[in-house]
């Protein structure tokens, strides 16, 4: 925290310093400069300069610009002085304009017109140096443009880059590469164009009046505008990209418990931020933190903030210097300047709070609050979405339970009562009555197997099932193989799996199992069917699963009301199983022309191939 805390101050410093010298340096200029006629040509410049200005092209720290060729027309024109001037006043403005920060409305100026200063000093040192009579005056002219613009746009990005580095938030390198970039393109513009004044004011084409300045920059202007317009698309595209991966990797992690780090990952990858941390309200009404980036001062909050959050009905945004950082303030680091509170909404219910924080005050651009609110209501149906499915996944947890006690009181309980009573009786007749006593206890010793077989079922199916030890795919491809070793059996059983395996849930993967596992067992027992055929296809939005035989197929109406009359794991049980997933079960069967049972179960925001059938 104090390496953050002396950067910070030290950037401060830097800047300050550059902002008095260039103040130092405006004002010299003002004093020694002198009187200028203004012309139209100066006014033509000056508005080509603004416009170039107020649409520079921005790139991944700080923006570029293209107005390079219209301050060396100044420059060549009207002198150092007034240029010096104009260009410090009209980046003023504009900054004034876009209502930065103290510090940046007049650092930005300051930088540039020292750049411009020493790239003119070095540029009249070297060519004092230079035999000019060994050259034409073309070579001497563009020589020295060459000059005047590589030293400035090195001065002015190295005055830039300290900043950056100075600064307590990341300047990774990837970024230094991409603002180099934009430079490097804003450079050869410029450059071409400069070669473009020099080579046409050798041709002695006459006197250049105000409508041959217009003409030969409106083009420049243009591309300023143009490219200024595309890049921040680009910029918008980028970002919207960003979301939408968030979103999309988002849903996948539904099912899994490792939400935190990819949740890290992807607001890492949509906006540059300090701190970043999280806060979910559980079903009890208890607040759990979450930090996904950073830390705060202290992980031990009082209950009064999450009263405070509680109350929060939109995104709030706290980036004043000294001023109050809203309900977390005393937990905030020192470094950081700007917080952003985004509530997680869900019908008008906080769930929970998603707060970022950047050290520098009003640095949450319009675009950073949109990305950060769109987060926030992503965050909000993801967590309501997974506590929805924990709910699910406990009610038919619960409701498994009922029915194995309901099987048990109506079954084994029935079973090994009825025992009891008749071993009950037959000691009572093993005196008067010994051949009704023998056929009492043979009965019951009956009853007894079969209430033993039904215990051990029972503890069989209470054990985990095949598909939480093996995985959906595991499971059915051992039970094949162990059919497929089954000497007696005649049917060919085929394995076909489409697309990209994703996750699934534990629920679905057992009735996913289940349907296919009561399929095949019918389709032994019932369909005398020479071949089986399962297909497992992953689709974009769902899952499916088809099972067709060749059997002797059934008539599904009888079916249904035999499985009414004899219930078990048929039909309705199949059914009902499928509509706790949200999934749709279709059997399509008739008598000589086999039987296709298909299974369909969404996604649920899984997303998988777009490969079609």
């Not at 060729?69 to 010096?84: A, E, K, N, S």
């Not at 010994?434 to 009965?443: C, N, R």
């Not at 993967?509 to 089986?532: G, P, R, W």
Request: net charge neutral; hydrophobic share 45%; aromatic share 10%.
């Amino acid at each position: 925290m104090q390496m953050h805390w002396k950067g910070y101050h030290v950037s401060q410093l830097y800047m300050g310093l550059i902002s008095l010298i260039g103040l130092l340096l405006f004002g010299y200029h003002l004093v020694v400069h002198q009187s200028v006629t203004i012309s139209l040509t100066l006014v033509l410049l000056v508005v080509f300069l603004f416009i170039c200005e107020y649409y520079p092209m921005p790139m991944p720290r700080g923006q570029s610009t293209l107005t390079f060729p219209i301050i060396y027309m100044m420059y060549v024109v009207f002198g150092i002085d007034l240029v010096i001037l104009i260009y410090a006043l009209t980046v003023l403005v504009i900054n004034f304009i876009h209502r930065r920060p103290l510090r940046i409305l007049f650092f930005n100026p300051a930088q540039l017109i020292i750049s411009f200063y020493l790239a003119h000093i070095i540029h009249r040192f070297i060519l004092e140096k230079i035999v000019v009579s060994q050259y034409s005056s073309l070579t001497i002219e563009i020589v020295g443009f060459f000059l005047i613009i590589s030293f400035f746009y090195l001065i002015n990005n190295f005055i830039v880059d300290i900043v950056l580095w100075l600064r307590p938030e990341k300047y990774p390198l990837r970024f230094w590469i991409g603002k180099n970039q934009g430079e490097i393109i804003s450079y050869a513009i410029a450059f071409v164009y400069g070669c473009l004044i020099h080579y046409l004011g050798s041709q002695n084409r006459g006197e250049v009046d105000s409508f041959s300045f217009f003409f030969f920059f409106s083009p420049l202007v243009g591309l300023s505008l143009l490219s200024s317009i595309i890049a921040r698309l680009k910029v918008e595209k980028n970002r919207i990209k960003a979301l939408f991966d968030f979103s999309s990797e988002l849903n996948k992690s539904l099912t899994s418990q490792s939400w935190e780090g990819l949740i890290k990952k992807l607001i890492g990858d949509i906006m540059i931020h300090e701190d970043c941390v999280l806060f979910l309200r559980t079903q009890e009404g208890k607040w759990e933190l979450t930090t996904l980036n950073g830390r705060l001062m202290s992980p031990l909050i009082e209950k009064e903030v999450f009263f405070q959050m509680e109350s929060l009905e939109s995104l709030m945004v706290f980036d004043r210097k000294d001023s109050d950082m809203g309900p977390l303030s005393p937990y905030i680091r020192t470094q950081s300047r700007s917080v952003l509170y985004a509530p997680l909404l869900v019908e008008n219910e906080v769930i929970g709070c998603f707060v970022v924080t950047k050290t520098r005050t009003k640095s949450f651009t319009i675009e950073d609050t949109r990305a950060v609110a769109t987060i926030a209501n992503q965050l909000a149906s993801f967590f309501k979405t997974k506590q929805l499915l924990k709910e699910q996944e406990q009610r038919v947890i619960l409701e498994e339970r009922n029915r194995i006690a309901h099987d048990i009181h109506d079954g084994i309980a029935q079973s090994l009562a009825g025992a009891v009573m008749k071993l009950d009786t037959s000691i009572r007749k093993l005196d008067t009555d010994p051949h009704s006593a023998k056929q009492l206890i043979s009965d019951s010793n009956k009853q007894l197997r079969d209430s033993l077989k039904d215990v051990r079922d029972s503890i069989y199916a209470l054990k985990p099932y095949p598909t939480e030890k093996l995985g959906f795919h595991t499971a059915i491809e051992r039970k094949i193989k162990e059919l497929k070793k089954d000497q007696t059996l005649t049917l060919n059983i085929e394995l076909e799996i489409r697309g990209e395996r994703g996750p699934i849930s534990p629920m679905t993967e057992k009735v996913m199992f289940d349907v296919f596992q009561e399929s095949v067992q019918n389709c032994i027992k019932h369909a005398k069917a020479t071949k089986l055929h399962i297909l497992v296809s992953y689709k974009r939005d769902h899952i499916l699963l088809k099972m067709t035989d060749n059997g002797i197929g059934f008539s599904l109406y009888h079916a249904m009301i035999k499985a009414m009359n004899q219930p078990h794991y048929g039909i309705l049980q199949m059914n009902e199983s499928a509509e706790k997933i949200g999934a749709a079960l279709q059997i399509e069967s008739k008598t000589n022309e086999g039987t296709e049972i298909i299974l369909t179960v969404p996604k649920l925001g899984l997303e998988g191939t777009t490969q079609n059938d």
